[in-house]
């Protein structure tokens, strides 16, 4: 069983067309939660990160959001060079071993003019 | 230029013929991860390192050896490679843990005949 779940996998958006991307987490005592971006060929990229609910960053077009379960990706006025694939990951507290960090499948986005 | 580097970058190979991925980064940094990418499979941790000569399991290590012998350095090893094992490589670094910001290399395209 997945323990993180990105919907939806894949999502076109015109130029302009504000969306989301969620991130779902199924065990608790998250430690952290990260959003990274990857482009075709190359190794993911950071994004952000977030630690507790409530927590919200910002980076140009780019907000994430997480509540207990969830977090979401919210992708305002995108623009073709946002096309990529995101992806999430979480860090639970597992006593001494904060080494493992689970990724989602992604969610690939493709934004057309 | 701070980055994290992988050699090679692409590799066929045959079953069983031993063979060794190198990754190493000049940050700095305590902790190195690798992943495996697999179309539909996401991102898979496959062992991680909190820093020098303390390495751990993630989620898929069977196959797979590493050492930590210098900071810098993390190789992955493959003792008898199989066709299952063609994948997409990662090598991944940052500073303390799995908490922050992983930095990761270009990849390795691994391919198992």
């Known amino acids: 069983e997945d323990q993180v779940t990105q919907s939806p996998e894949a999502l076109r958006l015109q130029e302009g067309e504000s969306s989301s991307l969620n991130c779902s987490y199924t065990?608790?005592?998250?430690?952290?939660l990260f959003w990274y971006r990857q482009d075709p060929g190359k190794g993911p990229e950071f994004l952000f990160t977030?630690?507790?609910a409530g927590e919200e960053k910002e980076k140009e077009r780019l907000k994430a959001t997480l509540t207990k379960k969830e977090s979401f990706l919210h992708i305002t006025a995108p623009k073709p060079e946002d096309s990529a694939t995101y992806l999430c990951?979480?860090?639970?507290?597992?006593?001494?071993?904060?080494?493992?960090?689970?990724f989602g499948r992604g969610t690939q986005l493709t934004v057309w003019p | 230029e701070a980055q994290v580097t992988q050699n090679p970058r692409y590799l066929i190979t045959v079953t069983g013929k031993k063979l060794t991925v190198t990754c190493s980064q000049n940050m700095n940094h305590e902790y190195m991860s690798w992943y495996r990418q697999d179309p539909g499979l996401g991102l898979r941790q496959i062992y991680y390192?909190?820093?020098?000569?303390?390495?751990d399991k993630g989620d898929v290590p069977e196959g797979y050896k590493v050492s930590r012998k210098e900071k810098r350095n993390f190789p992955l090893i493959l003792e008898s490679p199989s066709p299952n094992q063609t994948s997409l490589y990662f090598c991944a670094s940052s500073l303390i843990g799995g908490s922050n910001e992983q930095f990761f290399g270009p990849g390795t395209r691994l391919t198992v005949l």
């Open positions: 065990v608790s005592g998250l430690r952290g």
């Open positions: 990951a979480v860090l639970y507290d597992r006593g001494s071993t904060l080494g493992r960090l689970y």
């Open positions: 390192s909190m820093n020098v000569e303390v390495t």
């Open positions: 977030l630690y507790s």
